[in-house]
């Protein structure tokens, strides 16, 4: 499971970039933050196993104890490693818990029909969801520094959560921010997601951390919060009447793939029943 070394993106501020599971592409930042009274953790990745190994990379950087975890949301490669820090308080937004909780189950069984290979791993898991939860903003102390913990608004999923680092201008966006390679927007909100990423955008002030590929910077979150207010506004304009799907797609500023996923989630999200 290839990983790059961890990567100093401000003071005791450090980005591990998973790139393969099971010999596959797996794209995943995992963050760690050093403080006097501990190390926080930025996600825990998609099982056990990997969580471990995650652990023992954790060791390589710092002899200090994980001290908290923080979910930026309930995606399964985000939250399925919680049980392995099950001795910790696990940071999340009240829906990341609440999802965890209820979704797990079904999330399972869909990727271990489709990925058998997966399966005996993730059937190890324990879904842990966050013990510590809130609506709006938290902070996390540890010491002699604080995270601080943000909902934004609806985008990626109903409860992402951005965490900064004010003392060393560090944001970790989570999966609201995804460079490499396109967003995902199997259970998002492109219409909303639009506005949260300005907000977003508007709080880099230093390196931003992606839940997936390279560390971006203020000008990187800008140009990905233009392209989802460009796809919004196309969705918009699709189910409306004053623009074909196929037109659509082809101004679309991200692949046609996960904009065709895009304009039927907008759909659905304009006619009040997305969840």
Known sequence: MAAAPWTEVGDRVFVRRYRTWNGEPFD?????????????????????????????????????????????????????????????????????????????????????????????????????????????????????????LRFLGRGHTDNDVVLAVPDAGVLFAGDLLENDAAPSFGDAFPVAWAATALRLSTLVTGPVVPGHGSVGDRGFA??????????????????????????????SPFPAAPSTTALARIRVELDGGAS
Request: aromatic share 4%; charged share 25%; hydrophobic share 45%.
């Open 28 to 148: 995943q930042n995992v963050g760690a933050v050093l403080a006097s009274d501990g190390l926080a953790v930025v996600d825990t990745r998609a099982s056990h196993r990997l969580a471990d190994e995650l652990l023992a990379d954790l060791r390589a950087l710092s002899r200090q104890p994980v001290v908290a975890v923080v979910n930026t949301h309930h995606h399964w490669d985000h939250t399925w490693g919680n049980a392995r820090f099950a001795e910790v308080a696990t940071w999340g937004h009240e829906r990341c818990a609440a999802r965890v909780a209820s979704d797990s189950p079904g999330v399972r069984r869909r990727i271990s029909a489709d990925e058998p290979a997966l399966a005996e791993e993730l059937a190890e898991v324990t879904f842990t969801p966050p013990t510590r939860t809130f609506t709006d903003a938290a902070v996390v102390d540890l010491g002699d520094r604080q995270l601080a």
């Open 222 to 251: 800008d140009r990905q919060a233009t392209d989802l207010a460009a796809l919004a506004g196309l969705g918009r304009s699709v189910v409306e009447g004053r623009l074909d799907e196929a037109e659509a797609l082809r101004r």
